[in-house]
């Protein structure tokens, strides 16, 4: 547990990493991850041969970025080994051959990866940046807006952003941005670039739409309705079934059972006010960290983030001690040595939601302190919402 005297943030953050590295030395037995904090798996450190060369251009840095993106990027972008990345295999065809916006939006996604280790790379991102939202509000402006919206560049940006603003409003309980659901109820088969199937999106985005309600009028979580829509949510989350046309990849199946686990555990601690302390949230909690540390394991670090946030946030603040990997060892401990190896694997933002992580544990300690609600029923309402605005867990 934190220290309720402490008040200074990345502090807390040093003490923690540092009770990480020496719990995690001595007791974890998946000393080829955890410990050192460094090591990234084979996989994404070999080069992508799918596109071999760039066509010639005049400038340097479109070429070295071109080829960051494709040996470090695009391997970080699919969530199995055996599967290619739509990003290098779609997604970059595309922008070589029609699209000048999309080929411009990879170099200034390089750029902005390459600053966060080269900080003389953040001027080249952001000018990247401003010239691809040039090319896209020229776009946009262009023609009839119906012919626009089957633009498979549209099509794109909107259904990686309806991904993201489901998983973000997950966190916080925010509006939809997306009025038309992307996500289809009856589809089990599971989407190699989201780690889970589509049907699992549609229920997680029904759940969002339920907590909204109840946010908005805290007494229809009483009514006969309100019970119903979530029974039935909790129902299709028990018997979801997920599949994958790869009937040997066992690594997508067990990311999307993961998700399907952290689900369930978001659904209770949401729709029915469960807390850390709560029985289903004390025996899931371990195993979905369990089958986190088998997915490092099979070098699969894509499609984590949510798991990891949704288990992170509702670790018990009086008992920190969890069983992974047959050891006995802190679960706070834990998720930060899972943060810190998934930073050198993904693209995601694993700094921001770090910080959130933390700020919720810190919240949750300083809360002992007072022990009241002051009015607010839902944990998850009092200590994940208030520091989760515009939090990215895709």
């Given at each position: 547990?934190?220290?309720?005297d402490q008040?200074d943030?990345a502090?807390?953050?040093?003490?923690?990493?540092?009770?990480a590295?020496?719990v995690?030395t001595?007791t974890s037995?998946r000393s080829k991850?955890?410990?050192?904090?460094t090591?990234?798996?084979?996989?994404?450190l070999a080069p992508?041969?799918?596109i071999p060369s760039?066509?010639?251009?005049?400038?340097?840095n479109?070429?070295?970025?071109?080829q960051?993106?494709?040996?470090?990027l695009?391997?970080?972008t699919?969530?199995?080994?055996?599967t290619?990345?739509?990003f290098?295999?779609i997604?970059?065809?595309?922008?070589?051959?029609?699209?000048?916006s999309?080929l411009?939006?990879?170099?200034a996604l390089?750029?902005?990866?390459?600053?966060?280790?080269?900080?003389s790379?953040?001027?080249?991102?952001?000018?990247?940046?401003?010239r691809?939202?040039?090319?896209?509000?020229?776009?946009l402006?262009?023609?009839?807006?119906?012919e626009?919206s089957?633009?498979?560049?549209?099509?794109?940006?909107?259904?990686?952003?309806a991904?993201?603003?489901v998983?973000?409003?997950?966190?916080?309980?925010?509006?939809?941005?997306?009025k038309?659901c992307a996500w289809?109820?009856k589809?089990h088969?599971?989407?190699?670039?989201?780690?889970c199937?589509?049907e699992?999106f549609?229920?997680?985005?029904s759940?969002?739409?339920?907590i909204?309600?109840?946010?908005k009028?805290?007494?229809?979580?009483?009514?006969?309705?309100?019970?119903?829509k979530?029974?039935?949510?909790k129902q299709?989350?028990?018997?979801?079934v997920?599949?994958?046309?790869?009937?040997?990849?066992?690594?997508i199946?067990?990311?999307?059972?993961?998700?399907?686990?952290?689900a369930?555990?978001?659904?209770?601690?949401?729709?029915?006010n469960?807390?850390?302390?709560?029985?289903?949230?004390v025996r899931?909690?371990?195993e979905?960290?369990?089958?986190?540390?088998?997915c490092?394991d099979?070098g699969l670090v894509?499609?984590l983030t949510?798991?990891v946030?949704?288990a992170a946030?509702?670790?018990n603040?009086?008992d920190d001690m969890?069983?992974?990997?047959?050891?006995?060892?802190?679960?706070?401990?834990?998720?930060l040595?899972?943060?810190a190896?998934m930073?050198t694997c993904?693209i995601?933002?694993?700094?921001?939601t770090?910080?959130?992580?933390?700020d919720?544990?810190?919240?949750?300690?300083l809360s002992?302190?007072?022990?009241?609600?002051?009015g607010?029923t839902s944990d998850?309402?009092?200590?994940?919402?208030?520091?989760?605005i515009?939090l990215?867990?895709?």
């Amino acid at each position: 547990m934190l220290s309720c005297d402490q008040d200074d943030q990345a502090g807390i953050e040093r003490e923690l990493m540092d009770y990480a590295v020496e719990v995690t030395t001595l007791t974890s037995p998946r000393s080829k991850y955890i410990p050192a904090f460094t090591a990234v798996p084979p996989r994404y450190l070999a080069p992508s041969p799918i596109i071999p060369s760039f066509p010639p251009v005049g400038d340097i840095n479109t070429t070295l970025l071109f080829q960051y993106y494709v040996n470090r990027l695009c391997p970080l972008t699919t969530p199995n080994r055996s599967t290619d990345s739509p990003f290098a295999t779609i997604v970059l065809p595309f922008a070589l051959s029609a699209s000048q916006s999309t080929l411009q939006s990879l170099l200034a996604l390089s750029a902005c990866h390459k600053s966060k280790t080269d900080a003389s790379w953040g001027p080249v991102a952001m000018q990247l940046e401003a010239r691809t939202l040039h090319f896209l509000r020229g776009r946009l402006n262009q023609g009839d807006s119906v012919e626009i919206s089957r633009d498979p560049e549209i099509i794109t940006i909107k259904r990686f952003f309806a991904y993201q603003d489901v998983l973000g409003r997950t966190a916080c309980a925010g509006v939809p941005n997306f009025k038309s659901c992307a996500w289809t109820s009856k589809a089990h088969e599971i989407n190699i670039s989201m780690g889970c199937s589509p049907e699992l999106f549609h229920i997680l985005g029904s759940i969002t739409d339920l907590i909204k309600l109840k946010r908005k009028d805290p007494m229809c979580a009483s009514e006969e309705s309100f019970v119903n829509k979530a029974a039935v949510l909790k129902q299709r989350l028990d018997g979801l079934v997920q599949t994958v046309h790869q009937d040997d990849d066992r690594v997508i199946l067990h990311s999307a059972e993961l998700k399907r686990q952290a689900a369930i555990l978001y659904l209770h601690c949401t729709l029915y006010n469960a807390s850390p302390s709560t029985v289903l949230v004390v025996r899931r909690i371990p195993e979905i960290l369990q089958s986190i540390s088998l997915c490092l394991d099979s070098g699969l670090v894509t499609s984590l983030t949510w798991p990891v946030f949704v288990a992170a946030v509702e670790l018990n603040p009086l008992d920190d001690m969890i069983i992974v990997n047959n050891r006995s060892v802190s679960g706070r401990a834990f998720i930060l040595s899972i943060l810190a190896v998934m930073s050198t694997c993904t693209i995601a933002n694993l700094e921001r939601t770090r910080s959130v992580i933390v700020d919720v544990w810190q919240r949750r300690d300083l809360s002992l302190l007072v022990n009241t609600m002051q009015g607010i029923t839902s944990d998850w309402e009092k200590y994940v919402e208030p520091v989760s605005i515009n939090l990215s867990l895709g």
